[in-house]
Structure formats: C-alpha cells, structure tokens
C-alpha cells in the first residue's frame, strides 16, 4: 500500500508540474497580446518627435542670416513645443555650447553652457554622436540642467555662414512621454518596466518583473525594452487553473490507496468500487475538458475583442490628430487656389499667367492627395465606430453629381468613369458623408483591379420588386428601392475572395497599397442603415458590387411655398473657439472673407470668460469638441445655464463619449471640411434663427 501511494504521489506530482507549464506558457501569450499595442504606441510617440526635430533643423538651414534666425526662432520653438506635449526645451548649439533655448525662462541658465563639460557622460556622448553623423542621436534619461529627469534629442545642421548653429536639439520629458502612452492604465495584475538603450530602467516603471516578456521599442539610434509579467508571478497567476487538475490527482491517488486496501477477501466489492469511481472520474474529467474548452473560447474571443478595441482606440485618435491636420491643409489650398485663380485671370503678364497655373495644378494635387487622406481616415473612424450618424433624407443622384469630381480626381487619368443617375430624384435615409465615402470606397477598389486602366460605370436607379428577388438580387424584399451600382470590366475575384471580401483587414493588394478596411467599411454602414449588399465577379469578366436601400415615399411640396433664400453675410458676429492655433486663423480667415465678424478664443474656458467680461454678443458659437480645460460640449452646457441664448455649431474629427445635442440651438460640422462647407453650415444655422 505504500508503494503504491508513493507511485500515486509521484505521478500526480509530475503531471502537475507539466500543466502547470502549459497554462503558463499560455499565460505569457496572453500578456504579450495585452502589451504590444503600447510598444506600438511608445514608437509613434517618439517618432512624432523625432519628425519635430527634423522640422527644426530644415527651419534653421532655412534661415537667410543669424538675425533672422534669432528673430524667428521664439516664435517657430513655441509652435514645435505647443504641437508636441512633453517638449521640455528647444535648443541651438554651436561648438557644443547652447546658443539659444525655449522657453526664455532656462537662458540665464542655460544659454552658453558649454555642454562637453557637463558630469554625465551621457551628454557629452550624445554631442559627439550628433557631430559625427547627420543621423539623429539620443541621450539619456538623465537629470536635467533646468531640472526633472529628461532625454535629449540632437540633428547635426550643415552651418551656412559663420554663426549659425552646427545641430538642434529637443529636450524631452520622460514623464510626460510615458503619460501619453498611458502604461499607468494597464491592470494592476500586469507589472511592466522600461529600459533606456542602456538597459537601465526609466521611472516610475522601474521595478523590474520577475521573468518577463521582452518587447523591443525602436526610438531613434538605440532601441529601449518593454519588459512585462504578472504581478505575484507566473505560477500565482495560474493557480485558479491548476486546482482542478490537482484535485482530480488528489481523487487518483485515493482510488489508488482504496484498492491496494481491499485486495484481500474483497475482491466483488472493490470491482464494484472501482467501476463506481471510475465512471466518477470519467465524468468528472469529461466536465473539466468540457469546461476547460469552454473558458479557452472564452478567452480567445476576450482576446480578440480587447485586440479589436486597441486597434480601435488607437485608429479613433490617430483620425482625430490627422482630421485636424486635413482641415488646415485642404482650407489652405482651397484659400491658396482661389486666389491663385483670380490672380492668374486678372495677369496680363503671360510668364506670370503660366507660373500661376502651375501653382495651381500644384494646389490641385496636394487637395487630390489630401482627398485620398481623408477617405483613409474616415474609414479608420468607422472602423473603430467612432465616426458621427446622421441619417437624413438624402438624394442618391444629387450625392453622385457632388462626388463626381472628386471621383475623377481619385482615380486617376488611366481609367474612364462613366455616370449615370437614374430619373428624377432617389430618396434613401442615410448619412451623406457616409453614403459619399460607401460610394468613393468602391470607385477606388474597382480603379484598384484596372493597372492597366478601363473603365467603371457608376449607375443609380430605382427597382419596384413584386415578390422577393431572384438573382442578381437574392433575397431582396419585396417593395421599392433605389439600387447604386458600380461596375468595372477589370480582373474580377475568384469565389474564394468574394468569401472573404468583406472581412476587416483582408486584402488582395500588395503590402502597403491597401489596408483591408475599405469593403468592410462599405458593408457595414450599408447594412446598419438597412440596406442590402450584391456582389457579382469572375476571374477576368469585371465585377459589379449593388447596394440597395428601401426607398422613401416623395416628399410632399407646398406649391405656395417660395423657394428659400440663400443668407448672405451681413457682418454677423462669430465666436470661433479652437485649441489648434493653425485651425483658428484658418477658420476666421474664412469666415472673414464671406463678409462676417470674427472673435477667437484658445478653448471652452476662454471663450465663456470673453462672454462674462462683457464682449458683444455672437450671433453663432463655432467651437472644436475636444480642447483642453473645457471642450465643446461643456462649453454649450455652460453657455445654457447662464441663458446666453447663442445657437452652437460643433466641429471636430470625430466624436467620443456622449452624443452632441442636435436640435434648431446646436449643429454639427465633421473634420476636414472645405471652405465652402464651412460657411454653407454657417449660413443654415444663422438662417434657422431668423
């Protein structure tokens, strides 16, 4: 009998060490999932502002003289520091000494520190390296002369004239840095630390975790390391896992020591107990396989939905970000190109007239390219649901005729694009910006299966279906609907591909010419907006992708009614309110050109002071969503409660949280919009309050 307990005791134990092993390597692919979105995001964070620092050494070999260069630089140093949080200091230097800081507050301290006599080694390292190389070169962390833990970025300049600086730098907050990447939110059962180039560790997370998952973070000329584990170690974290099996092995050896009892004079009776246990543990063994599978789907679809939600928080922020950078850079070029027209056809100066159109087919370029950008980000935005729904009644044939030039541009010179609009008007319910983007989505995608260019016919018409569809349109309800077909004659799909067209993230296209979102987009805003999806294709014969959606019943029209009247400006007052500085001079810069008033505040906070210190009354608040201290939500709340009886139009890149009001007192504009958008939305809602 003892024999056998110590084989029983033996057996248990090794079976508990190598399931124990397997749920721990299970476990450390389970933080390697959770983690590596931060990696991604540290690299972006740091690549931000090594693009800031390239900016400042272009900015300075830009400069004509050193006088100019002192002038300016204030000014350009306090855009880089207010573009990108967590810049510490801008700084030139020339023979290793510091010739000039932002903010002006360090320069008594700092301004000809001769920086190779400085203690650390680090320092003296990183302006070597920078000498040596036009690649960039990254010192610390270390402490800072002005102050708080830092790293230094530093670019070799090529000096023009005796002088000027020989490299820039950027003096960076470690702290603020590690903030934005928010590695505070991971859960407290993960315990992360971050090693400099060095291998030291960076605080606050330096406490480093026993037996980690290493994560390379790239940040310049030296790599940093992402170290993370649970936080009461490997085996404490499986050990909710492991008791089953160890009582199921607790059951084992007590069989065992049961039968090596009752050997003797009962053998009946220990058959009959055997078999009792057996069918005992068999089914307890079919309950714990049962239930262990069960909690592997569990786990692997709680993966996958915490993946999809990263990818989404991230894609959502990123289109914020760029939605910003669109709208100055399409108002601009639109400003730019308008006047760049007028000037070209008041020119009687031929050489003039010629320099004047090629700037604007330069301008016209830069609004395609932009065009393209902002398809991209309104797809990350509905892919990550964070994209504003306004399902009105829309026009299909008027939504075509307002994208058609836009199309052409998108596709390029090779491939021909053929419209045709079906007769009189198609009304659907659905939001226009989404209707255009399903539309541009799939021009773009039937131009992708032309390299060699042809042709795409764009067609809209109405279908009245007695009983439920047969082919091409299967399973289509029977009643009225208004069909948007496109339809190209290039290589077609096998049906393997129409399988999988639909899926976020496929794509056939080559690595870095498509990211997979744009048929997944497409497929979900038609079909939340109760609308139906067809496909047909085949290897060579083209492929025609339908869309259908219920149609309206014709809007009733008053014959008495006279047709309204567009608003024209008349030195209306509005209050823009934006924390983007570029942003605010683009809008009231447009604003002002179409005849209207405009007063500017930097955020929700200083726009609400300027109303309580008295200044004229706006006919219209125009104010971003997100901005620091009070955004633009806030601000509407805060403007009711004081009874300013001011109408509000929201604009913003996308929006999070709680839906904006929308009602005759409040509006909303999306990122990027054109000029002519702008002042249209503006017109409307001043003409509402008449």
């Not at 590596?36 to 050494?57: K, M, N, S, W």
């Not at 009792?276 to 679809?301: C, H, I, Y």
């Not at 100066?349 to 301008?363: I, Y």
């Amino acid at each position: 009998m003892g024999l056998t307990l110590l084989l029983g005791a033996a057996v248990a134990t090794a079976f508990d060490r190598w399931y124990a092993g397997q749920l721990i390597a299970r476990e450390r692919t389970r933080v390697e999932a959770f983690v590596a979105p931060y990696t991604t995001l540290l690299e972006g964070i740091f690549q931000r502002r090594i693009v800031r620092l390239d900016a400042l050494r272009q900015f300075v070999s830009l400069q004509p003289s050193t006088d100019e260069l002192t002038r300016k630089f204030p000014t350009f140093a306090d855009g880089l520091r207010v573009a990108a949080p967590g810049v510490r200091a801008v700084q030139l230097v020339r023979n290793a000494r510091i010739v000039a800081t932002n903010p002006g507050a360090d320069s008594a301290t700092l301004v000809g520190y001769d920086l190779m006599t400085h203690p650390d080694p680090e320092v003296r390292d990183g302006v070597e390296r920078a000498r040596r190389s036009d690649a960039m070169a990254m010192a610390g962390p270390f402490p800072l002369l002005q102050g708080g833990v830092g790293i230094v970025l530093r670019l070799r300049v090529t000096a023009k004239a005796e002088g000027f600086p020989d490299q820039v730098a950027l003096v960076l907050n470690v702290g603020e840095l590690l903030y934005e990447a928010d590695l505070a939110r991971l859960p407290s059962t993960v315990q992360v630390a971050l090693l400099d180039r060095r291998g030291l560790p960076v605080a606050p997370f330096d406490r480093l975790p026993q037996d980690p998952v290493s994560f390379s973070v790239s940040v310049g000329d030296g790599d940093w390391t992402l170290l993370a584990a649970p936080s009461f170690g490997w085996h404490q974290s499986v050990l909710g896992d492991l008791r089953p099996t160890r009582l199921a092995s607790a059951l084992i050896v007590l069989l065992l020591a049961t039968l090596s009892y009752g050997v003797a004079g009962r053998q009946e009776r220990l058959r009959r107990a055997v078999d009792e246990r057996t069918q005992a543990l068999a089914q307890a063994n079919d309950d714990l396989r049962r239930e262990a599978a069960e909690r592997r789907e569990l786990e692997e679809q709680l993966l996958h939905s915490q993946k999809m939600e990263a990818v989404g928080t991230l894609a959502g922020g990123v289109a914020h970000d760029f939605n910003n950078l669109l709208t100055a850079i399409v108002g601009f070029a639109q400003l730019a190109e308008q006047q760049a027209a007028q000037l070209q056809a008041e020119s009687s100066v031929p050489d003039m007239a010629r320099q004047l159109g090629d700037m604007r087919t330069d301008l016209a370029e830069i609004l395609k390219a932009s065009d393209r950008a902002s398809l991209l980000t309104s797809q990350l935005l509905s892919f990550s649901r964070r994209q504003k729904s306004t399902p009105t009644r829309l026009d299909v044939n008027g939504v075509v005729k307002d994208i058609d030039r836009m199309l052409r541009r998108l596709i390029g010179e090779t491939v021909q694009l053929q419209t045709e609009t079906g007769a009189g008007p198609l009304p659907v319910l659905a939001d226009g910006g989404q209707l255009s983007q399903v539309i541009v989505n799939l021009v773009v995608n039937a131009r992708d299966a032309l390299p060699n260019g042809g042709r795409i016919h764009l067609r809209t018409r109405a279908l009245d279906l007695a009983a439920v569809g047969a082919a091409p349109y299967a399973g289509l309800p029977s009643g009225e609907w208004v069909l948007v077909e496109v339809q190209d004659n290039g290589t077609g799909m096998t049906p393997e591909v129409q399988a999988r067209m639909f899926e976020p993230f496929f794509t056939t296209k080559r690595l870095g010419d498509g990211t997979g979102l744009g048929l997944s987009t497409v497929y979900g805003i038609v079909t939340q907006a109760g609308g139906h999806v067809f496909v047909d294709s085949a290897p060579g014969q083209g492929t025609t992708v339908s869309l259908a959606w219920p149609r309206l019943e014709p809007a009733a029209v008053d014959p008495e009614a006279a047709p309204p009247v567009p608003a024209v400006a008349n030195g209306e007052l509005v209050l823009v309110v934006e924390d983007e500085a570029g942003l605010r001079r683009l809008v009231g810069e447009i604003l002002r050109r179409h005849g209207y008033r405009v007063e500017v505040a930097f955020d929700g906070q200083d726009a609400l002071e300027k109303l309580e210190q008295g200044m004229e009354l706006p006919e219209l608040v125009l104010t971003d969503v997100v901005m620091p201290r009070m955004g633009g939500a806030e601000l509407a709340d805060a403007m009711a409660a004081r009874r300013y009886d001011i109408p509000v139009l929201f604009m913003s890149g996308y929006q999070e949280g709680d839906p904006l009001p929308d009602d005759m007192q409040h509006g909303y504009i999306a990122k990027p919009f054109t000029p002519d958008a702008l002042v249209s939305r503006v017109r409307s809602m001043l003409q509402a309050r008449v």
